[in-house]
C-alpha cells in the first residue's frame, strides 16, 4: 500500500485514524493538537488534506493526552512539550500540580464555607468547628545593602500582614496600608469577611491618594475568623502554607517576571536572574484601584503559614524555606532564622517575616 512515507526508505507513517487509535486521543483531538502547535503531523497531503504521523510521535501525543487529563491548559502543556530537558519538563509539571493543589485547598474552603452558610448551619451552631488558635510572630529587617527599612510586617490575634514599599514615601506607604487593615483586627466585620478585607484594601489605596507618583506597597495579608482565613494580596510579597510537610506558595507574584513564566517565555533559572525582577504589574498606589487578589481558604491545625516580602524569596530558595519552616522551634524562631538566611546571602533587599502556626484551642476548665 502506498503511503506517503513508503518511499526512499523512509518510516511508513501513520494515518490520522491509525494513529488515534495508538495513542488514544481522537482524530478531533489531534486535529486541535495541530492547529494550536502541540502536535504537528509529519506529513499533510496537499490535495486531500489527510494528516499523516510518524511512529515516533505517539510518545509525544501520549504526553499531550496525559497532561490533559491531569487538567493542565493548552498553553501549559506547550511549555512542558518545549522544555529544553526531562528533568525542566518535571519541573513545570510540579510547578503546575503544586498551584493546582493550593487552588483546590483554597476551593475547598469556599464550598465549605457556602454550604453552611447557605444551610444556615454556621450562625445556628456556633462551636461545632472549634475556634483554632494562632501563635504568631513578625519582623522587618533592613538587611545588609539599604539605608532604609521600607518593609512592614505585622502580627496580630487576627491580622497578619506584610509590605513591602516603593518610592520616595515607601516607608510610609508600607505602613499606613497596614494601618488601615488594623480595625478589623479589632471587630470582625458582619457578613461577608471577602469584601470586608477587599474594601479595606480599597480604603488603603485611597489612604496613599496624596503619597506622591511612583510612592506606592504590594500588600499580603491575612485576615482569622474561627478556622477561616481570608487572603488578601497585591504586589510580589507572598504567602506560603506548609502542610504535613509540603509547602505551597498560596499567592501568585502580580511582576514582570512571573508574567513572562507563566507564558513560558522564560525559564524559572532566567527568572531568577531576570533584570526586571522587581518590576510589578500591580501595586497599591494613590493613582488607582489596586485590584487585589481575595481568597478564603479552610485552616486546620499544624499548618504553618508564611508571610513574606522578596527580600527574603529573591535569596532563599522554596526548598530552604521548607526546610527552615518544618525545623522544630516555634515562630519567633522560626522568623529569626528565615531572616538571618536572608541576611547571610547577601541581604540585598529589606526583609519582612510572619510565620503563624494554627493550634488546635488549649484546652479549657471542665
Ligand atoms: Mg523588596
Redesign the pocket.
Known amino acids: 500500500m502506498a503511503s506517503p512515507g513508503s518511499g526512499g526508505g523512509r518510516v511508513d507513517l501513520l494515518t490520522i485514524g491509525a494513529f488515534a487509535r495508538a495513542s488514544r486521543l481522537s482524530p478531533k483531538a489531534l486535529r486541535l493538537y495541530d492547529s494550536l502547535g502541540l502536535l504537528t503531523p509529519a506529513h499533510v497531503d496537499e490535495v486531500s488534506g489527510y494528516r499523516f504521523y510518524r511512529p515516533d510521535q505517539l510518545e509525544q501525543a501520549r504526553m499531550v493526552a496525559w497532561l490533559r487529563r491531569l487538567g493542565m491548559p493548552l498553553a501549559r502543556i506547550q511549555v512542558v512539550l518545549t522544555a529544553g530537558t526531562p528533568e525542566q519538563a518535571a519541573r513545570e509539571i510540579a510547578s503546575y500540580w503544586a498551584e493546582t493543589e493550593a487552588e483546590l485547598i483554597s476551593r475547598q474552603a469556599l464550598a465549605a464555607h457556602l454550604i453552611r452558610y447557605l444551610s444556615g448551619s454556621e450562625p445556628a451552631m456556633p462551636g461545632t468547628r472549634p475556634a483554632l488558635t494562632i501563635r504568631y510572630a513578625a519582623r522587618s529587617d533592613i538587611g545588609r545593602h539599604r539605608e532604609r527599612n521600607q ?1 512592614t510586617a505585622y502580627a496580630g490575634r487576627r491580622l497578619l500582614a506584610v509590605a ?1 514599599g516603593m518610592g520616595a514615601g515607601g516607608e510610609a506607604a508600607s505602613a499606613a496600608v497596614i494601618e488601615a487593615l488594623k480595625p478589623l483586627e479589632a471587630a470582625l466585620p458582619a457578613g461577608n469577611l471577602l469584601n470586608a478585607m477587599a474594601e479595606a484594601v480599597r480604603q488603603a489605596g485611597a489612604s496613599l491618594a496624596d503619597a506622591g507618583p511612583g510612592t506606592g506597597t504590594t500588600l499580603t495579608a491575612m485576615l482569622w475568623s474561627g478556622s477561616q482565613l481570608v487572603l488578601v494580596h497585591v504586589g510580589d510579597t507572598r504567602a506560603y502554607l506548609l502542610r504535613a510537610g509540603e509547602l505551597f506558595q498560596i499567592t501568585h507574584d502580580h511582576s514582570v517576571v512571573q508574567a513572562l513564566l507563566d507564558e513560558g517565555k522564560i525559564t524559572p533559572e532566567e527568572a531568577e536572574s531576570h533584570p526586571q525582577r ?1 518590576l510589578l504589574l500591580r501595586a497599591i498606589a494613590g493613582d488607582g484601584p489596586a485590584d487585589p487578589d481575595v481568597s478564603l481558604h479552610d485552616a486546620q491545625a499544624g499548618d504553618r503559614y508564611l508571610l513574606c ?3 527574603l524569596t529573591t535569596v532563599v530558595s522554596p526548598g530552604v524555606i521548607r526546610d527552615t519552616l518544618s525545623a522544630p522551634g516555634d515562630a519567633e524562631q522560626a522568623v529569626a532564622q528565615l531572616i538571618d538566611l536572608a541576611n547571610q546571602a547577601g541581604g540585598p ?2 526583609i519582612a517575616c510572619v510565620v503563624a502556626d494554627v493550634a488546635e484551642p488549649r484546652p479549657g476548665p471542665v
Request: net charge negative.
Open positions: 518593609d513591602d522587581s516580602s522578596d527580600g533587599d529589606n
